[in-house]
Structures are given as C-alpha cells and as structure tokens.
C-alpha cells in the first residue's frame, strides 16, 4: 500500500516545507541517505511552547511530537518528491524542552516514534535518542531531527 494511502486512512495532510529560522537547510541528501534539520513543535501554525512537567503534561508533549513528525513527513516529502521511495526510517533524534525532574522524554517521543510507525510500517521502525533539555529554540516543547534512507 502507498504511504500516501496511509496518509489519507490517518487523515493527515502533509504541510508545506517551513523556511528555515536561521542559516540552515531544512535537508541535505547525501548518497541515499537523507537529514532533515530539527523540526520544532508547532500547533495551529504557531510554535507550541512549553516545558514538560512545567505547563505541559507527557501526553501533550506526545501530540506535539506527533505533530512535529507530520512536518517531518512534509519535509520530506518535499526532499524526495515521493514518500514510497522511503526505504528505511534510520534515526529520529527527540528534544524535549523539560524541567530536571522530568525524566519520560521516552514517552514524549513516542508520540513521532509510533506515527512513523503507523505510516511506514516495518520500515519506520528506527534506532532513536530521546533528551531533555534546559530549552528549544523559540520556547518549543519539542525538536525532532530525522534520517532516512531512500530505495
């Protein structure tokens, strides 16, 4: 089945690639390998803010790195103009804006961990780090990075 379809039966519709904040790519290819940039969370079209165990619980940080992972599938749709070329999700890398005492970042991360899972089935399943961190760019609750591999 087309990732397209899945997309569809998700009721996801993928974004538009966001023009980067700073002096970065959103992408680079090399080889089959794809990077696509940190991605920060983001809701309603505005930075969704936030420090987890502060103003947000792990089940809202789970949605906002839900929602990150759909711009990742925006973006990287964009870089390789056709997700059925995916051949393997390799690496997400999860930061999660979060006080010292907060320690589920795992759980957070779960929440783009398990849509790549939905989307690209065995293929989406990937190696993964998960940190917390003293603060993200803007405030964001959540960044996620990502490396894929095309056929």
């Not at 390998?33 to 505005?46: E, N, P, T, W």
């Not at 940080?61 to 056709?82: K, S």
């Not at 398990?114 to 609750?141: C, D, Y």
């Amino acid at each position: 089945m087309s990732v397209y379809t899945t997309l569809q039966e998700l009721g996801i519709t993928l974004p538009q690639v966001a023009a980067p904040a700073a002096a970065y790519l959103p992408f680079v290819q090399t080889g089959n390998l794809v990077f696509l940039s940190g991605h920060i969370s983001k809701k309603d079209g505005a930075v969704w803010a936030g420090q987890l165990g502060r103003e947000l619980t792990t089940a809202q940080g789970q949605e906002a790195a839900r929602l990150v992972a759909i711009d990742l599938l925006g973006t990287l749709h964009a870089a390789t103009g056709n997700l059925d070329r995916i051949r393997r999700v390799v690496k997400l890398m999860g930061l999660v804006n979060s006080l010292p005492t907060f320690t589920e970042q795992h759980l957070v991360i779960n929440g783009a961990s398990e849509l790549f899972g939905k989307v690209f089935g065995a293929k989406g399943q990937h190696a993964r780090s998960a940190f917390g961190v003293a603060q993200i760019p803007l405030g964001a609750a959540v960044e996620i990075e990502l490396i894929v591999e095309l056929e």
